[in-house]
């Protein structure tokens, strides 16, 4: 079966610390790779996604993720949090090139910033 | 404005009372699917469509069923719901051009059960 690995389930940084937040997936085809955000109460949101191409994407509000594929990974990073990046974040995964219309989610890390 | 619609937002029923959570998408996607999410868990697949009248299981599909009648709607049925089915809701849609999921899922609001 397929699967998500998020290694930190909760991460507590200050403001300005850099974030990096690790996610392996197990499926040995192509895929197309996902982070999600969900703020309290709210949500899901997309961060950014990689299809294909330059396997280091820049998504919304500053967060970049890298893919790496001899890793099997897809680690997401942003260089300075802010107190508004409190939040669950999700590493997701679907297979390419076929009908399957499964999606796999990791179980998710919460991040707490300080001000 | 682009959005999925779930309803009822918040339910508590009692084990066995049969329920539907209605999901809308009004974005013409052809792809649905629905999540549970439970702490620690994270979200877990339910079932999801390709299309209309085209559904398959995920993860976790016992005690749900769901039909796809119509592009927009993607029902969810507990025929008999019991209490590991308290859960945090969500229905998403994507567009889906044949590839697997290439598209961005947008999400409902979440819908809360509570099964006593």
């Known amino acids: 079966a397929q699967s998500v690995s998020q290694h930190n389930h909760h991460v507590i940084l200050s403001e300005a610390a850099s974030l990096e937040l690790g996610c392996n997936y197990s499926?040995?085809?192509?895929?197309?790779l996902f982070w999600y955000v969900q703020y309290p109460g709210q949500h899901l949101q997309l961060l950014l996604k990689?299809?294909?191409?330059?396997?280091l994407v820049k998504g919304i509000k500053g967060f970049e993720a890298e893919f790496i594929k001899s890793k099997f990974s897809f680690n997401l990073r942003k260089p300075s949090v802010q107190w508004s990046d409190t939040a669950e974040y999700f590493c997701a995964v679907t297979p390419r090139g076929s009908t399957l219309g499964r999606l796999y989610f990791g179980r998710g890390t919460q991040l707490t910033v300080w001000p | 404005e682009a959005q999925v619609t779930q309803n009822p937002r918040y339910l508590i029923t009692v084990t066995g009372k049969k329920l539907t959570v209605t999901c809308s998408q009004n974005m013409n996607h052809e792809y649905m699917s629905w999540y549970r999410q439970d702490p620690g868990l994270g979200l877990r697949q339910i079932y999801y469509?390709?299309?209309?009248?085209?559904?398959d299981k995920g993860d976790v599909p016992e005690g749900y069923k769901v039909s796809r009648k119509e592009k927009r709607n993607f029902p969810l049925i507990l025929e008999s719901p019991s209490p590991n089915q308290t859960s945090l809701y969500f229905c998403?849609?994507?567009?889906?051009?044949?590839?697997?999921?290439?598209?961005?899922?947008?999400f409902g609001e979440g819908s809360r059960l509570t099964v006593l």
């Open positions: 990689y299809f294909s191409g330059d396997p």
């Open positions: 499926y040995g085809g192509t895929v197309n």
């Open positions: 998403a849609s994507s567009l889906s051009p044949g590839q697997g999921v290439t598209g961005e899922l947008f």
């Open positions: 469509s390709m299309n209309v009248e085209v559904t």
